[in-house]
């Protein structure tokens, strides 16, 4: 992995040395453990001209959560505790006579630019832009494989529950269970707060879980997803609890399943994002459901559980092969429940069989 790490490293380099920047500081945690193996607490990439540094305010620890270091790139950790690795490193590429040094201003802060200029007044600081987060957007076939396996852990954690006793029970002992299972099956944790929502609540998009309790009848939608090395994957669904669902409930859910099926085959190369919102969104804006949709049907996953690209009716762009997103189409209905059905997939050539699913749990209606 070391000479993979290097290779992005060189490619950020290259980039940099064409739009004129000897350096770039690179500070958002993502972008750090892409370039560098880990991110530990605090701390910044310095690409410079020749050499890299990360900089650190401890040593790094070597925890799960932090990442697998790249065992050839140098580390400087601040004697100071309190001191900013931003400013060692701009001091640093100030001290190499860098003349400019690109940085990440969607990341830094007012405060911490203006340390920045203080700490080398003679430096000029460019924008940097998005453009590590461009290099993500498409994985290798290593990320690919912890995306796999960090779909696999959600579903055999989301089949568990499906055969325990759920009526009675709490949104949040469900979401709390569901999280416990991700970790007994070699998940770092779960990649975002995991979501359960029941009766009226089911169908609400990033719903908080609460006390309320599962009753016969109820829908209920479960989100929730696995962090593996880093790599976060998504996978939501619905069921019925305790009865055989209602005419509403099997339309609804048709109709959702719909949508959910036309986006996920509008994933190929060179679909317009724009264009595979509008698959799975037309279904349920046909349906009358325009207002209640929410802004995007799916996005990229990754390092982090919502990046580029977007797949929204503005967004611009197309995809890639070996790019992975979700397809989340949802409806709630006020006072009554909803739909989500979510699948993290890779986009891929039709001659290699289309979008691969990642996330396999039954779309069935199960009555459970």
């Excluded at 040593?59 to 309190?82: F, I, K, M, Q």
């Excluded at 954690?157 to 970790?183: D, F, K, N, P, Q």
């Amino acid at each position: 992995m070391s000479d993979v790490y290097a290779a992005r490293r060189g490619l950020l380099r290259d980039r940099c040395a064409a739009a004129g920047n000897a350096a770039a500081l690179i500070t958002r945690p993502a972008n750090v453990r892409y370039l560098s193996g880990a991110s530990p607490l605090g701390a910044v990439l310095l690409v410079g001209p020749t050499d890299d540094v990360l900089f650190c305010a401890g040593a790094p620890t070597g925890e799960a959560d932090e990442g697998r270091l790249d065992e050839h790139l140098r580390v400087s950790v601040l004697d100071n505790p309190g001191a900013d690795p931003a400013v060692a490193a701009a001091d640093m590429a100030a001290g190499v006579r860098a003349d400019s040094l690109a940085v990440e201003e969607h990341h830094l802060t007012v405060g911490r630019h203006r340390a920045l200029r203080s700490v080398a007044p003679k430096l000029r600081l460019a924008d940097l832009g998005t453009a590590v987060e461009q290099q993500r957007l498409i994985k290798d076939e290593e990320e690919i494989a912890c995306l796999r396996i960090a779909a696999e852990i959600a579903d055999q954690a989301l089949g568990e529950l499906l055969e325990s006793i759920l009526v009675g029970r709490t949104e949040r002992h469900l979401a709390l269970e569901l999280e416990r299972r991700l970790v007994d099956h070699g998940a770092d944790g779960p990649a975002f707060p995991t979501s359960v929502g029941t009766g009226p609540h089911s169908g609400r998009s990033r719903h908080r879980p609460s006390d309320r309790r599962v009753e016969e009848g109820d829908f209920l939608s479960v989100c929730l997803g696995a962090n593996y090395r880093g790599y976060r994957c998504e996978i939501g669904r619905t069921f019925v609890i305790g009865t055989s669902p209602a005419d509403w409930q099997i339309a609804l859910y048709d109709l959702v399943f719909t949508a959910q099926r036309a986006g996920r085959e509008a994933l190929l190369p060179g679909a317009a994002y724009r264009d595979v919102d509008h698959a799975a969104r037309s279904v349920l804006d046909s349906a009358g459901h325009a207002e209640a949709l929410a802004p995007s049907t799916g996005h990229g996953v990754g390092l982090e559980i919502d990046e580029d690209p977007q797949l929204a009716p503005t967004a611009m762009g197309k995809l890639d092969a070996c790019v992975p997103v979700t397809v989340e189409p949802g409806v709630h209905l006020p006072g009554r429940g909803g739909v989500r059905i979510d699948d993290t997939l890779v986009v891929r050539p039709e001659a290699d069989g289309g979008p691969e699913l990642l996330t396999i749990t039954t779309k069935e209606l199960l009555a459970l």
